[in-house]
């Protein structure tokens, strides 16, 4: 059974997911609290649809989905190259394969974490840059979990030395 602090943790985190434009994922995340509720003795359920805390979305969400978010996550699964046609800030336009190895979801944007074989090094690429998006049937050079570790220790090393 959940104690409240960890129930109101997810029905929290689902509710906030609901808000991201992941149709998707906003639908999962709505059917596994129903499964939860489901389950459960009725006061659990009771505590479930009465938590009392609601995430806001601040940058006055639109609703208005981004088809690659999905897409990003299944590439992630499976571990397959994507090719992108990615506009930089400046404007300018390359097409790249990355391999995704995260994604974060801000207020309001949502950012991929890759390995860019054009430039052999990790990036961060806007969704909202993207142009097109294609799942190839090429696989990682390495496992997503390693790629990731790599990731994170490149992201604390360039931190670091900023600091500096």
């Not at 104690?3 to 109101?8: D, G, K, Q, T």
């Not at 699964?77 to 190895?101: K, L």
């Not at 054009?118 to 909202?128: I, N």
């Amino acid at each position: 059974m959940f104690s409240p602090e960890e129930l109101e943790a997810l029905v929290l985190g689902a509710r906030w997911v609901e808000t991201q434009p992941d149709d998707d994922l906003g639908a999962a995340a709505r059917n596994a609290l129903a499964k939860i509720a489901t389950a459960s003795p009725e006061d659990l359920r009771d505590r479930i649809s009465d938590t009392a805390l609601w995430p806001m979305a601040v940058w006055g969400r639109s609703k208005r989905p981004i088809p690659v978010l999905g897409d990003i996550r299944l590439a992630m699964r499976q571990e397959r190259a994507v090719r992108i046609d990615y506009e930089d800030e400046q404007g300018r336009s390359t097409s790249r394969i990355i391999w995704p190895v995260g994604l974060a979801f801000y207020e309001g944007k949502q950012t991929i974490a890759a390995f860019c074989l054009l430039r052999q090094a990790f990036r961060s690429f806007r969704t909202d840059r993207i142009g097109q998006l294609v799942i190839t049937e090429e696989r990682y050079g390495k496992r997503r979990a390693v790629l990731e570790r790599e990731w994170r220790d490149t992201w604390r090393n360039e931190a670091q030395a900023a600091e500096l």
